[in-house]
């Protein structure tokens, strides 16, 4: 059976058909009057294999908070957290810039 979802980009709109084994395809939306090709790769392995999988935070920002060694931006490697780990994270940083504004 096949199933057919939706996805959006900036791109455009986005047609997923699964087929009966499972394997995702994906083209641009029928009713799109102008449908751009850019986002039809979103599903290739090359490009998937780009994405980040697992949250990662700056080193120095993660052990000593905001603003920590501004130096340090883009010399310091990045340590993966967990997911739970970097809701709590970005919750935090709403929750301050919501104090000062």
Avoid: C
């Avoid at 294999?49 to 931006?73: C, D």
């Avoid at 709590?88 to 104090?99: N, S, T, Y």
Wanted: aromatic share 8%; hydrophobic share 40%.
């Amino acid at each position: 059976m096949t199933r057919t979802t939706y996805t959006a980009a900036h791109w455009g709109i986005f047609q997923i058909e699964t087929d009966a084994a499972a394997r995702p395809h994906i083209r641009a939306l029928a009713r799109d009057p102008d449908p751009s090709s850019i986002g039809l790769d979103q599903l290739d392995p090359s490009v998937t294999r780009l994405r980040i999988a697992t949250p990662a935070v700056r080193l120095s920002w993660l052990e000593h908070g905001p603003g920590a060694a501004p130096q340090r931006r883009g010399i310091d490697p990045f340590v993966q957290v967990p997911w739970n780990t970097a809701f709590d994270l970005v919750a935090g940083e709403i929750e301050r810039f919501g104090r000062q504004a």
